[in-house]
């Protein structure tokens, strides 16, 4: 009897450790199926926002002026991050060191050569009068011509770069054959460039293309002209695919964010300008002029440059054009295919 009782409760024991066993594996893999099966849509947070951006009339900077995210998002904290170039927008995300960015179509297109870890979520606005060449009044330039033997200023592989060359090829003008120099420097550097009479000329963007103008300078072709003849430069949002994926909710609410800013614009230009003076360094009327230099874009506009896989959109398009003008100046080794440019687009995100 003894001995049957003591096989009894050995038994009863095994029983319970594997019913035991068996009980919290099935919970553990519940409880790895819940996570794995959570929906892109989760509802995450992250504690903190990293925004790179840079000074340009549009709006984003309209969206920083008036505090939207931070109204949008009171838990969370964000970071605003002043970048001179979207060539450095570039480097911060291939470092991971910002979750958005704005970058240029040139900058853009070499950074979706490149592989760079983002995707476009939002077109911010096209690029007119905001960029433009300008050039000292007593430089003897009234024409592209009359660049030969001078010295040019502007910022490599941004939108004003991209521009400058595009320029000079309509007019079937070689820099080097009509030995232009072209520096490669960033705004600040420009304005002291200027300031020592070290350069003739720049291509630049706003809100420095105003202080050039005010302390004597000459526009001599905008971007807005070079549009029309098919140089097409444009503003865009990049996120790092990682954000994206952990957090599809924020750039969601952030593209919400900047939607606001554009109807406030739209419907408030005067009062636009006004919060937007600060930011640019520009009196109100000036801010005003340069917001009205460029074509602010909002949700509604979006379809149409982004497009889908199956029907690639005009931004898709602009982009494979400028990688492909890139990689003839040699700033990137090859262009992709035009599927690789549609496939940056969070197009999704506007079906």
């Known amino acids: 009897m003894v001995m049957q009782r003591k096989i009894y409760v050995g038994l009863v024991?095994?029983?319970?450790?594997?019913?035991?066993?068996?009980?919290?594996?099935?919970?553990?893999?519940?409880?790895?199926?819940?996570?794995?099966?959570?929906?892109?849509?989760?509802?995450?947070?992250?504690?903190?926002?990293?925004?790179?951006?840079?000074?340009?009339?549009?709006g984003e900077l309209l969206a920083k002026a008036l505090g939207l995210l931070e109204k949008k998002y009171p838990d969370i904290k964000v970071n605003w991050i002043k970048f001179d170039s979207g060539r450095d927008v570039n480097n911060a995300i291939a470092s991971g060191s910002i979750d958005f960015g704005l970058v240029g179509t040139p900058p853009g297109s070499i950074g979706i050569a490149k592989g760079l870890p983002y995707q476009v979520y939002y077109l911010h606005d096209l690029i007119g009068e905001s960029e433009a060449l300008v050039v000292?009044?007593?430089?003897?330039?009234?024409?592209?011509?009359?660049?030969?033997?001078?010295?040019?200023?502007?910022t490599f592989s941004s939108t004003s770069h991209f521009s400058l060359l595009g320029a000079l090829k309509t007019e079937g003008i070689d820099p080097q054959k009509e030995n232009i120099t072209i520096l490669d420097m960033q705004v600040p550097d420009i304005y002291a460039a200027w300031k020592r009479k070290d350069i003739d000329g720049a291509y630049i963007w706003q809100p420095m293309q105003a202080k050039l103008v005010q302390d004597g300078g000459n526009i001599i072709i905008t971007s807005k002209d070079l549009a029309a003849k098919g140089v097409i430069t444009a503003e865009f949002g990049i996120v790092h695919k990682d954000f994206a994926k952990?957090?599809?909710?924020?750039?969601?609410?952030?593209?919400?964010?900047?939607?606001?800013?554009?109807?406030?614009?739209?419907?408030?230009?005067?009062?636009?300008?006004?919060?937007?003076?600060?930011?640019?360094?520009?009196?109100?009327?000036?801010?005003?002029?340069?917001?009205?230099?460029?074509?602010?874009?909002?949700?509604?506009?979006?379809?149409?440059y982004f497009g889908t896989p199956g029907q690639p959109g005009e931004l898709a398009k602009v982009l494979k054009d400028t990688g492909d003008f890139m990689a003839a100046q040699k700033a990137i080794a090859s262009s992709p295919d035009a599927p690789a440019y549609q496939q940056a687009l969070l197009s999704d995100l506007y079906k």
């Open 136 to 154: 000292k009044k007593d430089a003897g330039i009234t024409s592209l011509k009359d660049l030969k033997g001078k010295k040019i200023a502007t």
């Open 246 to 304: 952990n957090y599809p909710d924020i750039v969601k609410g952030y593209i919400s964010v900047l939607d606001e800013a554009v109807h406030y614009y739209h419907e408030k230009p005067e009062q636009s300008a006004q919060v937007l003076s600060k930011e640019l360094e520009l009196s109100p009327e000036e801010s005003l002029k340069t917001m009205k230099q460029i074509i602010w874009l909002d949700v509604s506009q979006q379809k149409k």
């Open 13 to 58: 024991t095994l029983m319970v450790i594997i019913f035991t066993f068996i009980t919290g594996c099935s919970d553990q893999a519940a409880s790895t199926q819940k996570g794995n099966s959570l929906p892109s849509s989760s509802g995450a947070i992250p504690k903190e926002i990293r925004i790179g951006y840079q000074v340009s009339p549009n």
